[in-house]
């Protein structure tokens, strides 16, 4: 509370004073927080409007409020330009109303590269152009564990090659135990859906913050249909839905690491409409002042995503190998969200064994296609999955993938499937003249002709032994119609780089 | 020579006899031959147009002679019926013309099925309807060598799982050497395409019928480009093209398995025209009175085969996945002629392990397809690799692949795919109601409940090592609903029976 009464202090002087913005300075890309108080009187979720204008020369924005408790409410923004902005409020709360303030926007500090964009139709960027490459993992539950659980699932996931995770917000714990919190006022299966507990989603932000500190993406999933009548949270009628999204999008919105999957296997819904999953969508095109990016994972049922509102496709598919003509066909980003855990499960889904993961994003990459892990070993003497409740990893993959995230993080430019073909089927991958990514993969083959390349340039070449994640530089340098030597073992990858001249 | 002079003479005795046909015997799906002698004038093979009409109570069939030297002339036919034959040939050499004979066509022994038909759009069957299930490799140029690697060959295939062969009858030596026997007069570069060398084919006859004899099917291939300036037999003009289909054709079109595959890599013969490969099927089409089952394998193009002349696809690509989408394209059975081959050579082709071979075999079994092996590996001490020259087995494969052979021989009917969905997604082949089998692949999955099976019937489950072929009987009957618990190591398939009521 100290810290909220600082800000609120920091605003009521800016108020009265148009020199002092200067003293509130805010990154770009990070975010800017207005805290107001006023008494509640009613329902504080549902009967106050509360909205900021943010404004510079350029630009206006209009962000919804929301009410977090204990009196007070805020306005969260993320600015997306330097220098000032001015905001205003409105409110039918004359307590909310008028306000006014300014803050300076900033450089971004290291590491803070803005949220994630589609580029090039396929592709993902920073909003500062990084490419940037989803190589996520699963942890459905992992907010809702007890602390130390959650401190583990962080410390994992700092330590593992993962800069994207998918999490639910509301309640999913398929252990069937007891939450220390939930997400509305009630409690066993009696819910007042129109009215929050600021606490739960408080405890959101600060994990969503702690994975952007630590650059991982928040996939935020909505809605899902593992309730099944533990709870009741899949019960909220049509105008509640969207009172829970606008809230979410009014807590959360401003954090450049979010996005929106409107569900995990929404198809398993089965009470809601296509009409429905197209008006969740439809909200966040309208409603969201960043256009975080948008997504809807399926079972049996794929999304069409070639529906406007969609930014990439989210797919539950084990066919890695549709990628080209996925792409082909939704003409987005291509990510298969789930294509089988790692696990040694009852149930096929969760029973690829670690070769089997790392193998297959490694197809996926160079099919310019980008997979998600998840974990569904049960961690020693507990009944944790990484997949559900997170934990600690206890798998291969996510040791194997750490080359491929090393490799992704060093490619000079943005990487383009080159993979059509016989010769070169499921096996290249390249920034053209500057970087060539081949994924040899089951194949043992002892050379390769690289027939490939420009002519007129020399190449390093890195083999890269996908399993060990050791790296190999050969001596020389290589162009057009070289022989490379390969070790004649599977699962090898090659790297070329222009030489230097 | 002393045979073929019983022969003559048998058929000389039955001229003037009436009666004498009940001592020639000829089992149904064998072949009957008739022998003429003429002294040679001209050109034997071009110049000589020698035919019989076989005739019984139902059907006519006009089958055409050869030359086979010595001045000898031959007619081969292979009844289909069983009960009397009659024949009359037909020539412009007198002395080959209006000769009579009958002979009696009996039950064939067993093992002869007949020739191999397709059956039900995307299956084979033999003609007396037991299903085959093809389970080949590839020896291009078996026949072409040593007379001890001749006998390795036929040992190793003996021993095999494989039920039939791909193999070249143009000379196919990528080795380089000398051959002993050329297919026809001349030497060097220089080759007479009038002018066969029966010698050279009598040698194939001997290995087709020895492959027979095995149960082994002879996908023999008619034109291949790889003679590339070694001898120029790829250099026929085209009406020298159909005088070899022709000889071909009338040689060892009597043998019930015989399968004629257009080429090998057809697109990489450029000289070659669509209207040409075209054309050679529908010689066969035309003129070869069994309908032995045609195709023609691609490099890099792939021929049109839904065009009507076509038996079924013979396709070289690794994408065994295509499997369900080419059935729903070619409404024909699919056999993946190449998928790369076991070894560990230069290039990808001829490089993967027999791990992957054996998986990718029970993929397309399960997928409602057909593979075909081919082993790269060099032999010790030698430059012999089982697909160009054959001689002995080195790889994996070929011991992993005598398991699924044995379950194909076991199948009480035509396996149809299953696998729509995600949850069946690869995994499920079966006959409905009787027969069921699970390829599990690389899920490790520990348990497996039986919702796909009928209601009110029991069956029993093994479980079957697809590495190592053990095969594991459960205790008990299986229901639908029931679960099965499995080792939870990849690589295992699940076979359930119909039990006895």
Known sequence: MKNLSIVLILILVRWF?????????????????????????????????????????????????????????????????????????????????SKKGSFLCVSPKAGNRGSIVVKDTFYFSYKDSTPFYPLGTTAYGWVQQDESTRANSLKSLKNSPFNKVRFMILPHAPSGKELTQYPYEGSGK??????????????????????????????????????????????????????????????FGA??????????????????????????????AEYDPYQHLRSNHNAGVWYDHTKPWVTHASIQSESWWRAPSLREEYQKPIIFDEFCYEGNGDARIVALNGDVIRHRFWLMTVLGAYGTHGEAYFQPNTNYQFFRQGGTFVGESVHQLKILDKVLDRIPGQLTPMGNGWR?????????????????????????????????????????NTISGDIT?????????????????PYFAMILRRAEQ
Chains 1, 2 share one sequence.
């Open 424 to 464: 070169l089927n499921w096996i290249l991958a390249g920034v053209p003249n500057e970087y060539y990514l081949y994924y040899l993969g089951e194949y043992q083959n002892s050379s390769w002709v690289l027939s490939e390349l420009p002519q007129n340039q020399k190449f390093t070449v890195d083999l890269v």
């Open 255 to 284: 954090f450049r690491n979010v996005w929106w999957s409107m569900a995990n296997e929404f198809d398993l819904m089965t009470q809601r409409t296509m009409d429905d999953w197209d008006g969740y969508f439809r909200f966040f």
């Open 17 to 97: 004073s148009t020199d002092v913005y200067a003293q509130t300075k805010v990154e770009k890309w990070g975010y800017f927080e207005v805290e107001l108080r006023a008494a509640v009187t009613g329902n504080p979720f549902t009967d106050v409007r509360l909205e900021a204008i943010f404004y510079n020369d350029t630009d206006t924005f209009q962000i919804n409020g929301f009410y977090d408790g204990e009196d007070s409410y805020k306005i969260r923004f993320m600015p997306q330009q330097k220098g000032r902005w001015d905001y205003v409020t409105r409110s039918n709360n004359a307590a909310l109303d």
């Open 473 to 489: 530089r050969l001596d020389g340098q290589y162009a057009k119609g070289d022989e490379v030597s390969l070790p004649g073992e």
């Open 190 to 251: 009696e819910w007042n859906f129109t009215r929050f507990n600021p606490e739960y989603f408080r405890k959101y932000e600060q994990y969503i913050l702690e994975l952007q500190s630590m650059g991982i993406q928040a996939d935020i999933v909505l809605f899902h249909p593992y309730d099944k009548g533990i709870w009741g949270f899949d019960k909220m009628d049509k105008e509640e839905q969207y009172l829970y999204l606008n809230y979410v999008n009014a807590r």
